[in-house]
């Protein structure tokens, strides 16, 4: 398939509505950095939203399994990942597409609302099996901005100037996790664990209302299909398209088909996503290894106290504060870097270089973390084990985030290449954690952890060397499909 030109302007002769001009205002890429700015802000605050929920309550699970009579430790452990399994396949199966239909704002919208709402199902739940239900289907349904805010930034901005903004869209995925232990030991430890879910419901209205107000569409074939429809009544002339859907089948039941399955099938069939997908699958694994197990251990190995143990997870926010100010801050800067030296010009892969980074911070993370815990070094030691755990994060998950949004948004693909590369992610993030408690149980934290730290240097020293030797060869001979 060939990219769309998403800047074309208006011929009347020919029946194509695009932008008045090239300066149109209405187009999201000429909008004041100002304007832009603003949507970028309220997108990262909903991604930011959406992990905080994921661990906001985890250092106070141990109130939720003794209310509920709860003694297996892997339900223990599910309770606080089932949610990043909701929001590994809502975007996939739902989000990604219909933002490609409909637009990003009002997905964006809605989920926030549903979002909220299930969380006053977390809050009121008196079972385990209602919690569970209303833990996935608040991650399933609410959680659009983690894919859509892919589509939004190759909506406003030219590749040049994607580095930045995807730093700043992956902050909130990446912070959530460890600002929500901080605050929820405390929540929980004072005013209780239902109110953790009662502060989500709260920040997800409020979000809800400021995307609805302050936010406009910014997807160019959303836009231009209002336009064509509204100027089609007023020049009485049926054959006005826009300039986007010249030449496709319009027919509603092909649209859809082409637009849900597109996630998969990149997923499936696109050796880009496939590797990106793993990669990122690998490395959120470990991130909520760490999630999970923290507060086992400071509670039980260092007798730290519910609130306490939330201070925990600084260590790893540090580590992902260092990651942002120095891989996000310098990605555009190094592409264009790369750039010169390659005679002028510009390949994408260029984005993947900081991979190599994260291949030696994340194994080195396992195994300082593992035998601190294992030879009982003081509670420093441990909570800095987790400042390169911070680093690899962001040196994988920003690069390749912003390397699917520059490749697939001049498809208008953004949104379904963020979702199918998201999927593999949160789908370990979920489950590898629960097999976390019993590797440790037979092999104790520091082989355990050493296992873990050998399999990540081998498996994403590996995937990285590919990625940058053949990523453009795949990206030619594998391009995107209706």
Same mark, same amino acid.
């Given at each position: 398939m060939k990219k769309v030109d998403f800047n074309v302007v208006t011929d009347w002769e020919k029946g194509l509505i695009g932008w008045d001009s090239p300066e149109d205002p209405a187009n999201p890429k000429n909008w004041s950095s100002a304007k832009k700015w603003r949507t970028m802000g309220l997108v990262a605050v909903s991604c930011f939203m959406l992990p905080l929920a994921s661990t906001l309550f985890a250092p106070g699970v141990e109130y939720v399994i003794l209310e509920f009579h709860q003694t297996n430790a892997t339900v223990e452990t599910f309770m606080i990942s089932i949610f990043v399994l909701g929001f590994g396949w809502g975007p996939l199966l739902c989000h990604?597409?219909?933002?490609?239909? =409909?637009?990003?704002?009002?997905?964006?919208? @809605?989920?926030?609302?549903?979002? /909220?709402?299930?969380?006053?199902?977390?809050?009121?739940?008196?079972?385990?099996?209602? =919690?569970?239900?209303?833990?996935?289907?608040?991650?399933?349904?609410?959680?659009?901005? *983690?894919?859509?805010?892919?589509?939004?930034?190759?909506?406003?901005?030219?590749?040049?100037?994607?580095?930045?903004? /995807?730093?700043?869209?992956?902050?909130?995925?990446?912070?959530?996790?460890?600002?929500?232990?901080?605050?929820?030991?405390?929540?929980?430890?004072?005013?209780?664990?239902?109110?953790?879910? !009662?502060?989500?419901?709260?920040?997800?209205?409020?979000?809800?209302?400021?995307?609805?107000?302050?936010?406009?569409?910014t997807s160019a074939p959303a836009i231009l299909r209002v336009k064509a429809r509204r100027l089609r009544k007023e020049h009485n002339r049926s054959d006005l398209i826009s300039h986007i859907d010249k030449g496709r089948d319009l027919r509603p039941a092909v649209i859809w088909w082409q637009c849900f399955s597109r996630p998969l099938r990149l997923l499936f069939t696109n050796p880009i996503v496939t590797f990106a997908a793993v990669y990122m699958g690998f490395a959120f694994a470990y991130l909520y290894m760490f999630v999970t197990t923290i507060t086992y251990v400071f509670r039980d190995y260092y007798g730290f106290s519910t609130g306490l143990t939330g201070l925990a997870y600084l260590g790893l926010g540090t580590g992902l504060m260092i990651? @942002?100010?120095?891989?996000?801050?310098?990605?555009?800067?190094?592409?264009?870097?790369?750039?010169?030296?390659?005679?002028?010009?510009?390949?994408?892969?260029? !984005?993947?270089?900081?991979?190599?980074?994260?291949?030696?911070?994340?194994?080195?993370?396992?195994?300082?973390?593992?035998?601190?815990?294992?030879?009982? !070094?003081?509670?420093?030691?441990?909570?800095?084990? *987790?400042?390169?755990?911070?680093?690899? *994060?962001?040196?994988?998950?920003?690069?390749?985030?912003t390397y699917l949004i520059e490749v697939f948004a001049p498809y208008g693909f953004a949104p379904s290449a963020t979702a199918a590369g998201n999927c593999l992610r949160m789908t370990a993030g979920a489950f590898f954690p629960l097999c976390g408690t019993k590797l440790y149980a037979s092999l104790g934290f520091g082989w355990g952890c050493s296992l873990l730290g050998f399999l990540a240097f081998g498996c994403c020293g590996s995937m990285a060397l590919a990625f940058n030797i053949y990523g453009q060869r795949l990206r030619v001979a594998f391009p995107p499909k209706l």
């Open positions: 990604a597409p219909m933002s490609e239909l =409909f637009g990003r704002k009002y997905v964006i919208c @809605v989920s926030n609302l549903v979002f /909220a709402l299930f969380n006053i199902g977390c809050s009121e739940a008196h079972n385990t099996a209602t =919690f569970m239900a209303c833990r996935f289907l608040g991650g399933f349904l609410g959680c659009a901005a *983690m894919v859509v805010g892919g589509g939004v930034i190759g909506d406003m901005f030219k590749p040049q100037q994607m580095g930045r903004a /995807a730093s700043i869209f992956a902050l909130g995925p990446l912070m959530g996790p460890v600002v929500g232990p901080v605050a929820g030991g405390f929540i929980a430890e004072t005013i209780g664990w239902r109110w953790t879910f !009662r502060i989500l419901l709260i920040l997800g209205m409020i979000m809800t209302v400021l995307f609805f107000v302050l936010v406009e569409e990651g @942002v100010s120095s891989v996000g801050a310098t990605s555009d800067k190094l592409v264009a870097y790369l750039t010169k030296k390659n005679n002028g010009v510009r390949q994408p892969e260029f !984005r993947l270089r900081p991979l190599y980074l994260s291949c030696l911070c994340i194994p080195a993370s396992m195994f300082w973390y593992g035998w601190a815990i294992e030879q009982h !070094r003081h509670w420093i030691a441990v909570i800095l084990s *987790m400042i390169p755990m911070g680093i690899g *994060m962001v040196s994988s998950m920003l690069p390749i985030q």
